[in-house]
């Protein structure tokens, strides 16, 4: 299903009756999830509603970025209908890095397919919030800064949400040290969607999956307490991402690495499906708890 449609917000309402026993899955433009493996008895006909956002914002690495409208892909022995209309919607727009992009590779499965958080959130924010994912392979906060930031600048309003999650690329780079470039750009990004009347929240960097001599690796650690103290500077919210991935890596042992993209081998930095679902509930859930009521 697509509908050619300009840059804004949408509420999608979607009618599905399985014709068997099945799970239907459904995702957006650039493999955004909505539904996954919501299991349906045959003959079982059940309504959903979604909030959808058009993004039509070219980046510097990237410029098919462009949604041009919107798309659906749905899976599952279903007959499914859908109407779609413009709606005045808020929006959570993700700023960051491969670990929040929208990853489109569809083959494999869920171990063996890449993918970003920020492309799992339509999952928990159902029809309360719209999506735009503006975050892209490779970026750090400079990078942000220059190009990512200001289309979502223009755009935004009260009521909209900015989260934002960078680290992974500022560290290889000499100008963005934790306490320095890297800390002034996410409080400089923070004031200004603060301008705008909307919400930033910054998320320290998700952690690597490496052990160290039996210990969990501290490569990420100086830039995530960096991003601790832009918060608290800024007046920012925050997600400790970095926290909460470390603790739960410890915590599952082995089983951690169900959680990251296994193709050709292992790969202990970006999740796969499984890993970006578990990550991006989390980030739903503290943006959804703080959310101004």
Known sequence: MRWALGEGEYLLRLHAEARENTSLTVTANHRRFLLRSFPLRVGEARDFRFALAVREADFQKRPPYRDGGIELEISGGCRVSAEIEPAELPVVYCLGDSTVCDQEYAGGDELTRCCGWGQTLGLFLGDRYALSNHAEQGTHTADCLACHFPPVQSRLRRGDTVAIQFGHNDQKQSFLKPFGGYKDNLIRLARLTAERGARPVICTPIN???????????????????????????????????????????????????????????????????????????VAEELLRTAVK
Request: aromatic share 10%; no cysteine.
């Open 208 to 282: 690597r999956l490496i052990y160290v001599d039996g210990r969990l690796n501290d490569y990420l650690d100086s830039y995530a307490e960096a991003a601790r103290e832009a918060a608290r500077e800024a007046g920012a919210g925050l997600i400790d991402l970095h926290a909460y991935t470390s603790e739960a890596y410890v915590r599952m042992g082995k089983e951690a690495e169900g959680l990251f993209y296994h193709s050709p081998k292992l790969d202990r930095t970006h999740p796969n499906d499984r890993g970006a679902i578990f990550i991006g509930a989390k």
